[in-house]
């Protein structure tokens, strides 16, 4: 079984462990077909190589970079009439001017297609996208749905085929792993890493912390549009000197955060036009054993299950709750370490996800 993966994605070096996971399968040949950088709200990504043998990576130009809807890879056709797949599995939203083109090639060498979608709201889309986004499930034979109301959205939608759903990408335990001893300060530091923008509810956090007692200091990495506005609000509560603004870390270099950590906070809230889709952040941390805090936004307490706390979206005195119980309790906190690492691996680690992967590969092969 010859599989071709299209995936923007994998520029992200930690991601590439799924590819070695899916190439060590019985009877699959693999290549992934990825873009030499993507530019998004971070700036520009770079390739992050990872070394392998077991599986060919093709670096190839994007036109478009940037543009979420209307990237495209002009070699393709190319590439695709060279190897000649079975499978082109796309890692792209149906409604994406890349999927569209990728199932037309596909379609033309008479491989089979599977789009991925996050997608958890059920939107209207404007000609062309709207066009193309009927192409698509008219034309693929499986969708792979990263969260569960992604599904319900396809289903909706009119989709008829096989969906499953499976997170795009899980974590390799051994990278994102516990800190091999204790590497307490004795300080309680919480941590976010993500975009900020209003829908991470960033502000909340800052207002919750602002509430907390004792000896804290919160480091928050990621960069976004909000940033100078959250700078000024920590100061305005008065606790800028206890809030570290952290840049982007190559994704390999990550668990080390995650390690500092005595907890890790998404505080994510609904918007109109937004909902989590997943908070993969979740289980980076809870795979380097650091306890986590989620709101009920999206599917971010399907990620956490029982092995986390909950609290509602927006609810700050709530969340300010849940922070001081994990820094008074340090039972409670070594617990959901134990327990958030379990969930990871008993759900969420790369080889779990190629297999789970791998199995559609071969419904599809079977129902040809």
């Keep these: 079984m010859r599989v071709v993966i299209l995936s923007k994605a994998l520029v992200v070096g930690a991601y590439q462990s799924k590819l070695a996971q899916l190439a060590a399968l019985p009877d699959l040949e693999l290549t992934a077909i990825v873009p ?27 036109v478009f970079n940037g543009n979420f809807h209307l990237h495209f890879y002009p070699g393709l056709d190319r590439l695709l009439n060279q190897i000649r797949p079975d499978i082109l599995h796309i890692d792209e939203e149906p409604y994406n001017l890349a999927t569209f083109l990728a199932i037309r090639s596909a379609r033309r060498i008479g491989a089979r297609s599977i789009f991925f979608s996050w997608q958890n709201l059920n939107r209207r889309y404007p000609i062309p996208f709207s066009w193309m986004e009927r192409y698509t499930l008219e034309h693929t034979d499986a969708c792979i749905a990263g969260n569960h109301d992604a599904e319900k959205v396809w289903r909706a939608k009119g989709y008829r085929g096989p969906i499953e759903v499976i997170p795009q990408f899980g974590v390799d335990p051994d990278l994102f792993s516990p800190a091999p001893g204790d590497e307490s300060t004795g300080q309680f530091v919480i941590g976010y890493a993500g ?28 960069s976004g549009p909000e940033q100078a506005r959250l700078i000024d609000l920590a100061r305005r509560l008065h606790i800028a000197e206890r809030v570290r603004f952290l840049p982007w870390a190559a994704s390999t270099e990550t668990p080390a955060f995650y390690r500092s950590y005595a907890v890790f906070v998404l505080p994510s809230r609904s918007k109109s036009n937004w909902i989590e889709q997943f908070g993969r952040v979740l289980i980076e941390a809870m795979a380097c054993g650091t306890p986590v805090i989620g709101s009920t936004c999206g599917e971010i307490p399907n990620v956490i299950g029982e092995a986390g ?14 922070l001081a119980r994990l820094q008074h309790d340090l039972k409670l906190r070594a617990d959901l370490a134990q327990r958030g690492r379990q969930r990871v691996l008993d759900h969420f680690t790369q080889a779990q996800i190629a297999k789970k992967t791998y199995d559609v590969y071969q419904q599809i092969m079977r129902n040809a």
């Design 195 to 222: 975009r900020f923008v209003a829908e991470k509810g960033v502000d909340l956090l800052l207002r919750a912390l602002s509430k907390l007692d004792g000896n804290w200091r919160a480091d928050l990495m990621g």
């Design 309 to 322: 706390l909950i609290f509602p979206e927006g609810d700050v005195e709530a969340l300010r709750d849940r």
């Design 36 to 62: 030499p950088s993507w530019r998004d709200e971070r700036g520009v990504l770079q390739l992050e190589r990872q070394a392998n043998s077991t599986y060919q990576l093709i670096v190839t130009p994007l």
